[in-house]
């Protein structure tokens, strides 16, 4: 079931090792999934980086994966954009050029968090229309239907004393 | 029965959309490249460390940018159609040899042959991520101005350079710079 | 020879099926009692091949016989036995067989209860079971037959790691049992409109059977998140995933069909509201197994696709939900209800509640299928994840949340703001000092928004109680106490249930504590007031893997908290490593470690080590587990048992039936 569409590096720790030897950190997110190759851990400049990290990590989707984030993937290719998007916020990148970043190279589907343009209106704001209108339906809705029940309580009504005045007139 | 109708009609929506998806696959990512020039890079090549490779050899002809490891499986797949298009002498095919290490990626070419005029060493899979790359093989079309026309992900059949690639080659050889 | 065994008793299946499916409907419309009759007897026989399919293929992975390829390729000579029982349905093929089986059960069921039900209504219900079995059947015999052979009958693969676990034993048979369920809300719901009535006693057989389907797939999901939460070694509990959704979805239909169930039962309305849910509920739960089965969407969870199989659940879908929905359009008009009230009404507000829960469910189906829905229009490639998830449930969810804590409160028919207000708003203000309070013991300061939610929560939890408080008399507080009725305690623990889950999922998402750490043993590290201590790293040998297993002790305050194993292990057969977390529960925190990579390039025992404090994470399925038993227990109400009918109901048509009493 884990199944990845194209093939990956095995060889992967050699290298990160080399990397390693080379100095730069390289950004490790400890978790279940079949591994390529060993990480380290990371080095921040303060909690607020820490945090805008992890939570671009949730943002970007891992290409190879079916359907997992960065943050939970340990594909090669996740590994490799962890450690970009990592350098990208030690070099003092801001949220939003990390995120052009990605999506300049990847398109639009690397992004959970659909932009909102003129084809996404729909998707962002569907659901809210469709509450506003539903709450707005339920209430005309109610309002012609106890107009309907009034009506039809009337005729009944109506009925009933015609029948008692014709009763009346018999006696 | 006019509003009752309500229901169907959407879940006959529904179905057609459904239908639709079923033949389309849902991991294939489009590049947002195309159309774009190559993003700059230069990389050591693979038989010859000394020398480089990067986008300035890319330009001045059409050629084939094909992204290829060891460890894949699938580019053993395509190699052979590989092989064929660089003897027609078509086109030149480039390659970048991407997460591998120069060890590997050498033995696998003298085993199986070597159809690319020259082999950039991508060992980080660094110019893989400025090209879009999330796994191989991936083969780009690269006109002469340096501009990525076409871009495959997967291996090639023969049915794909027949109807995707010749068409493409075809169109931009034509086109005077 | 077992296996030939199993796939005769399919086929036979299938023909009893067939049977099932088309003379009792036929006999109803002719007025043929035979024929009429015969849909009992094949239902039970139908259940008795399929359970002896079924057997025939556990056997198979019991005896390791893979000469049957489903076996080769999800089973394996070192998988120990329990694993290789649960392997059955741990695939595509099996996890149909499991589903078609349910199926059978759930129509068993129903020969078993429904005597005291009319012989044509309960023909049109097994009938309607059938054809959906037919449909199931052949789709297993056409294009995924569990007992294919294949020669050499060597081993092909093995169950994947992640899945030799309690979970896989535990979760999908409760999460099916669910997803089928809905399917007799949906026949009971067929054979209403087919008879173009709804009377008293077709709601009052309704809502048990919806209740326990209900509670399975309640279980169900919320035993999902738990499996994901220790077994995919981050700690994640939910992750919107298209599988995760398709389950969800159906879940949000069958609980607002719950609901309007309750209003027909009570006030003889919504009947055409009910109808269309109860269709609808099951539609979402055969769309969910398109989705998982058909490629048509990337999950973690989707089975090994194959378009062929697409095609034939989708024509499969088509017809049952479309044929519904036709049968819907066409006979839905002389359902009709009667029964007035206003604006400020129970009836109004539990219209409101199900507005909402469609409303729900529609939006989580938009941003699963809106992939899908742009890359078919040429639009491009988007992916919809947790993000645009969060941002659109969470505030849907708030005027649910908000109904959920005086609803049960509002008078039928006609009720008025101003009392309204003056009966709540002690319970409101109770609410928010709770809520308050509740934050700064638990937590400590936080953000507005926690904080609100939280509120909410004690809002909908004091409602609860108020209500019960409404129903008791002070002075024969016992009695009061027994002569309340399980449907009226069942619906205060669910509703309870509600307002736990919401404190689990705030304060879990706002406060957890996570590091990625670099420990060798020898090593500790601080989490708040907790100590890690990476004591010593083992390598243990199981059945069929071999691990890397730490021993870590967690401190805290002096006093030895626990001590945990996480490991690393490798499974034989597929070489694949994977992750078991060392997990120490609470009922206010859990402590997770888990282990990552090791680091030993140093020649050290070092491992990247994940550690975790999740606080109020039980909380999460708490909650659905107390709307679980609060489900078993109104469906046990004695009122469904009852032989006579309910005094005072009056059917919308009257009809001559010679084969209920009515008073």
Redesign the interface.
């Given at each position: 079931m884990m199944k990845l569409p194209i093939a990956l590096p095995p060889c992967s720790g050699f290298i990160l090792m080399l990397l390693l030897a080379l100095n730069l950190a390289q950004p490790v997110y400890a978790d279940a999934q079949p591994r390529s190759g060993s990480e380290t851990l990371l080095e921040f400049e303060d909690a607020q980086t820490k945090d805008r990290y992890y939570s671009l990590l949730e943002q970007l989707r891992c290409l190879v994966c079916q359907n997992q984030s960065l943050a939970d993937s340990d594909a090669g290719l996740a590994q490799d954009l962890r450690r970009k998007v990592h350098e990208m916020l030690q070099e003092g990148a801001g949220d939003r050029e990390i995120i052009d970043f990605m999506v300049a190279r990847y398109g639009d589907f690397v992004l959970y968090n659909p932009p909102l343009k003129t084809s996404t209106v729909l998707l962002w704001f569907g659901p809210f229309i469709l509450a506003g209108l539903g709450i707005l339906g339920l209430v005309i809705y109610l309002l012609r239907r106890n107009e309907q029940k009034a009506e039809s309580l009337l005729s009944e009504e109506r009925r009933r004393r015609a029948a008692e005045l014709l009763n009346k007139s018999k006696t | 029965?006019s509003k009752?109708?309500i229901?169907?009609v959407i879940?006959?929506g529904?179905?057609i959309?459904?239908?639709?998806?079923?033949?389309?696959d849902?991991?294939?990512?489009?590049?947002?490249?195309i159309g774009k020039s190559v993003p700059a890079f230069e990389l050591p090549q693979l038989h010859d460390p000394q020398k480089t490779f990067g986008t300035d050899d890319l330009k001045g002809q059409v050629s084939l940018l094909n992204v290829w490891?060891s460890?894949?499986?699938?580019?053993r797949v395509e190699h052979p159609l590989l092989l064929q298009v660089a003897q027609q002498n078509l086109i030149p095919i480039y390659g970048l040899n991407?997460?591998?290490?120069r060890e590997?990626a050498i033995n696998w070419l003298d085993q199986l042959g070597d159809p690319y005029s020259a082999v950039a060493f991508d060992?980080?899979?660094e110019v893989?991520?400025?090209?879009?790359v999330?796994?191989?093989p991936e083969t780009y079309i690269i006109d002469r101005n340096g501009m990525i026309a076409y871009k495959h992900i997967?291996p090639i059949s023969g049915r794909d350079w027949r109807e995707k690639f010749l068409p493409v080659i075809q169109q931009l050889k034509n086109v005077k710079s | 020879m077992i296996p030939e065994l199993g796939h005769f008793a399919l086929i036979l299946a299938l023909c009893l099926a067939i049977v099932q499916g088309t003379l009792p409907l036929a006999g109803t419309a002719l007025r043929n009692t035979s024929w009429m009759q015969i849909a009992v007897p094949a239902a039970r026989w139908q259940f008795g091949c399929l359970a002896l399919a079924f057997a025939c293929l556990t056997y198979a992975f019991i005896d390791k016989d893979f000469s049957v390829l489903y076996v080769a390729q999800n089973s394996n000579s070192l998988l120990p036995v329990y694993y290789r029982i649960s392997a059955v349905w741990g695939a595509h093929e099996g996890s149909l067989l499991l589903w078609v089986l349910i199926l059978g059960g759930w129509t068993f069921a129903i020969t078993h209860f429904s005597r005291s039900l009319p012989l044509a209504f309960t023909s049109r219900v097994l009938a309607v079971l059938g054809l959906v079995s037919v449909g199931f059947l052949l789709f297993m015999l056409l294009t995924s037959n569990p007992f294919e052979r294949h020669f050499p009958a060597v081993e092909r693969g093995d169950l994947n790691p992640l899945l030799q676990d309690f979970g896989l034993i535990v979760h999908p048979p409760m999460l099916y049992m669910g997803y089928v369920g809905l399917a007799v809300p949906f026949a009971f719901a067929i054979a209403a409109l087919l008879e173009g009535r709804i009377d008293a006693a077709w709601t009052r057989w309704t809502r048990p059977w919806t209740i326990v389907a209900w509670v399975f797939l309640t279980l169900g999901i919320a035993l999902g998140s738990w499996w994901a939460y220790y077994e995919l070694g981050w700690g994640g509990w939910w992750f919107w995933d298209p599988v995760e959704n398709a389950s969800f979805m159906p879940w949000l239909l069958g609980t607002a069909l719950l609901h309007s169930l309750a209003v027909t039962e009570q006030r003889s309305t919504f009947k055409a509201w009910t109808i269309l849910l109860a269709i609808f509920g099951f539609s979402l739960s055969l769309l969910g197994t398109f989705l998982v089965r058909s490629g048509v969407l990337v999950s973690v969870h989707a089975f090994a696709t194959d378009p062929t199989r697409g095609v034939f659940i989708l024509g499969f879908l088509s017809i049952v939900i479309g044929g519904a929905l036709l049968l819907y359009a066409w006979r839905a008009g002389g359902v009709s209800s009667t029964g007035r009230f206003e604006l400020v009404s129970r009836e109004m507000l539990l219209l409101l509640n199900n507005v909402l829960l469609v409303v729900v469910c529609a939006a989580i189906l938009l941003g699963t299928l809106y992939p899908l829905l742009m890359d078919a229009l040429g639009a491009g490639k988007i992916s919809v994840g947790p993000p645009y998830f969060n941002r659109v449930f969470i505030p849907l969810m708030v005027p649910l949340a908000l109904i959920l804590g005086f609803g049960p409160l509002v008078h039928w028919k006609k009720d008025s703001l101003p009392s309204l207000v003056r009966r709540m708003h002690k319970t409101a203000l109770i609410g928010i000092v709770l809520g308050v309070a509740f934050v700064l013991l638990a937590v400590g300061p936080a953000s507005l928004g926690v904080t609100l939610a939280v509120i909410l929560a004690c809002w909908v939890m004091a409602g609860t109680l108020q209500t019960l408080k409404s129903r008791l008399s002070p002075q024969d507080l016992g009695g009061s106490l027994r002569r309340l009725s399980r449907g009226f305690v069942g619906m205060l623990l669910a509703h309870f249930g509600v307002g736990i889950f919401i404190i689990g999922v705030t304060l879990v998402s706002a406060f957890e504590k996570t590091e990625d750490v670099r420990m060798a043993p020898g090593d500790h590290y601080m989490l708040g007031d907790y100590r890690f201590e990476f004591r010593e790293l083992n390598t243990v040998n199981g059945p069929n893997y071999e691990a890397k297993q730490a021993t870590f002790e967690i401190v805290r305050n002096e006093r030895r908290i626990a001590t945990l194993y996480p490991e690393k292990r490798f499974y034989r057969s597929s070489n694949q490593p994977m992750t078991e977390a060392g997990i120490n529960p609470g009922l206010f925190r859990d402590l997770y470690v888990s282990l990552g990579e090791p680091l030993d390039t140093d020649g050290s025992d070092a491992w990247a080590v994940h550690l975790t404090y999740k606080p109020f994470v039980r909380w999460i399925w708490l909650g659905p587990l107390l709307m679980g038993l609060g489900g078993l227990l109104a469906a046990s109400d004695r009122r469904y048992f009852r032989r006579q009918p309910v005094p005072g109901t009056r059917p919308v048509t009257v009809r001559a039936k010679p084969a209920e009493g009515r008073s």
């Open positions: - | 029965m009752t109708i229901p169907l879940f006959i529904l179905v959309l459904l239908a639709v998806g079923l033949s389309r849902p991991r294939v990512v489009p590049s947002p490249l490891g460890w894949c499986v699938s580019c991407y997460k591998d290490t590997d060992a980080a899979g893989g991520i400025d090209l879009g999330y796994g191989a997967g | -």
